[in-house]
């Protein structure tokens, strides 16, 4: 069974710029996590996905936005480039399993560096 | 509020000896409970979780985790650890509600030497 896959793997951008992240969750999930792992921040949850709509998101601004298409596949669109916005994006996928807590699966991530 | 503590930044052990990392929640209600391990320039990985029942949790790679309601903690052991268990490895914990997301603990360094 393939796993969570993300591109690009890194990403260099200048500030002010937009960037565009992107994820395939694992077949049969139908749920997609955007996770941001800044150094000295940890990990911080971004957004949320099921079904096509935005379920949940995070304490960061609206520059931060994202989809997901039809075959629950995702994008993370950072706007107006910050060097803060440096980091590491962990993508996650899980069934969306009502009351059953299924466990989150991660991608390898996509290494943003804002210049 | 939920909040996850990860009291120790790093933890050092010699192989074949136990290793524990340690993990303490506030969070209402009976929350569930994850611990991932993340090794260098990798995403994270599932090692195991705790529903409901048995305090004692059994993982991937020989890891078990114990829950203990009254210390609000879930800690993290192995019996004997090994070079390669050597990562970066996350606490987190998740509301019973439908609140999806993880919240995650800033992660214990862990050193296994041979």
């Known amino acids: 069974e393939a796993g969570v896959t993300q591109s690009p793997t890194h990403l260099i951008k200048t500030r002010g710029q937009q960037a565009t992240l992107r994820c395939s969750p694992i077949s049969g999930h139908t749920s997609v996590y955007w996770y941001q792992q800044a150094l000295g921040l940890g990990l911080q949850f971004l957004l949320w996905y099921d079904e096509g709509e935005e379920r949940n998101r995070g304490n960061f601004p609206p520059r931060f936005s994202g989809r997901q298409f039809p075959n629950y596949s995702s994008e993370l669109n950072v706007n107006a480039l910050e060097l803060e916005d440096s980091a590491l994006y962990l993508c996650?996928?899980?069934?969306?399993?009502?009351?059953?807590?299924?466990?989150?699966?991660f991608g390898p991530g996509t290494r943003l560096t804002v210049t | 509020a939920q909040s996850v503590a990860q009291p120790e930044d790093q933890v050092n052990v010699a192989e074949g000896n136990p290793l524990t990392v340690k993990c303490t929640y506030s969070?209402?209600?009976?929350?569930?409970l994850f611990w991932y391990v993340q090794y260098p320039n990798r995403g994270l990985q599932f090692l195991l979780k705790?529903?409901?029942?048995?305090?004692l949790v059994k993982g991937s790679y020989g890891f078990e985790a114990e829950f203990n309601k009254s210390q609000t903690s879930f800690h993290l052991k192995k019996p004997s650890a090994l070079v390669s268990d050597s990562a970066l490895y996350f606490c987190?914990?998740?509301?019973?509600?439908?609140?999806?997301?993880?919240?995650f603990g800033a992660g214990t360094t862990v050193t296994v030497r041979a």
């Open positions: 987190a914990v998740r509301p019973r509600s439908n609140d999806y997301k993880l919240s």
């Open positions: 969070v209402s209600g009976n929350p569930y």
């Open positions: 705790y529903i409901t029942g048995d305090n």
């Open positions: 996650a996928s899980s069934y969306l399993g009502g009351e059953i807590p299924y466990e989150q699966y």
